[in-house]
């Protein structure tokens, strides 16, 4: 099993937007709608910030946002403010039973 | 609110095995419909899913650890673990516990155990 594919690095200003792509296979991201996102801010536990493709967890700002279109998930930060530096991970359950994770992007607000 | 927190040696020899513990508070591991998960994440690189064990005590486990990797829960204590035997320096990582939605996505993370690897 190979991670999922995401970009290493994105970045912009406060205030736009940016899209963090997550690509897989028909054995994971296309199988199921079952893609999930996470924050991982240095010294703290990751945050679930989307799952089920496009749901929030109470307490998410409305300003992320995910999306599916066949083998690829989108992750996407409007009003980008600056605690959102951070690394973002996307994964998927499989047909096997199992997950994979994406390789990581780090997110710089500039 | 259901915390975690992972505990365990900081070093390990390589050969040996890796042995750590995830206390979980605010919930039943052995009730509800819980899955019980280890990630961990090497120096640099991303994360990568390990195994769980789910409330009724069945497992699951990345076909990519050697089929070594063993998770178990001790009920009395709220407690799951995880062993890995046979370790290398390849296996230094930040070990997370996680509790699952089924493998689904994972809620609630403790703060991660750095163990190293080296003699």
């Known amino acids: 099993q190979s991670a999922l594919t995401q970009p290493a690095s994105v970045s912009g200003s406060p205030g736009q937007s940016i899209t963090i792509s997550c690509a897989g296979t028909n054995s994971d991201v296309g199988a199921y709608s079952f893609v999930s996102w996470y924050q991982l801010h240095p010294g703290k536990a990751p945050k679930l910030m989307i799952y089920d493709v496009n749901k929030r967890p109470s307490g998410v700002s409305d300003r992320f946002s995910g999306s599916q279109s066949g083998t690829t998930a989108s992750l996407t930060i409007s009003g980008l403010q600056a605690d959102d530096e951070a690394d973002y991970f996307c994964s998927s359950y499989t047909t096997s039973n199992t997950v994979l994770f994406g390789g990581g992007t780090k997110l710089t607000v500039l | 609110q259901v915390q975690l927190k992972e505990s365990g040696p900081g070093l390990v020899k390589p050969s040996e095995t890796l042995s750590l513990t995830c206390t979980v508070s605010?919930?039943?591991?052995?009730?509800?419909?819980?899955?019980w998960h280890w990630i961990r994440q090497p120096p640099g690189k991303g994360l990568e899913w390990i195994g769980y064990i789910s409330y009724s005590g069945s497992t699951s486990y990345n076909p990519s650890l050697r089929g070594q990797v063993s998770i178990s829960f001790d009920t009395s204590k709220n407690q799951f673990s995880l062993k890995l035997p046979s370790v290398t320096v390849a296996d230094t990582a930040v070990y997370f516990c996680?509790?699952?939605?089924?493998?689904?996505?994972?809620?609630?993370w403790g703060l991660g155990a750095l163990v190293a690897v080296s003699s």
């Open positions: 996680a509790r699952g939605v089924g493998a689904i996505f994972f809620d609630y």
């Open positions: 605010g919930g039943f591991i052995d009730s509800g419909d819980d899955f």
